[in-house]
């Protein structure tokens, strides 16, 4: 084997493995956002929901900086506004 081939194959090995490198690194980004995705289901990792958990009588928002003004929450059961449905 002289020096040419030996170069052309050192070459050719080399980006053999940048190849594989950048694979992994694909695959890896691909599960990254799988995983991401998956946290975002329904109330993620906090167990509150849609936004709002429950704090004695009063609901306050998921921030926990501001009360929900129930005023403007419509009853799915009687249609009036104030009060949700389970207070019904």
Not at 24 to 32: D, H, M, P, R
Request: hydrophobic letters at 25%; a positive charge; proline letters at 1%.
């Amino acid at each position: 084997m002289n020096v040419e081939e030996l170069q052309n194959s050192l070459e050719a090995h080399e980006q053999t493995v940048l190849e594989r490198k950048n694979n992994n690194k694909v695959a890896e980004q691909a599960l990254q956002a799988r995983t991401n995705h998956k946290s975002r289901g329904r109330g993620g990792w906090t167990k509150s929901g849609r936004g709002r958990k429950r704090e004695g009588n009063s609901f306050i928002s998921q921030d926990g900086k501001r009360p929900i003004d129930k005023r403007k929450i419509q009853c799915y059961n009687c249609d009036k506004f104030g009060h949700f449905a389970h207070e019904c």
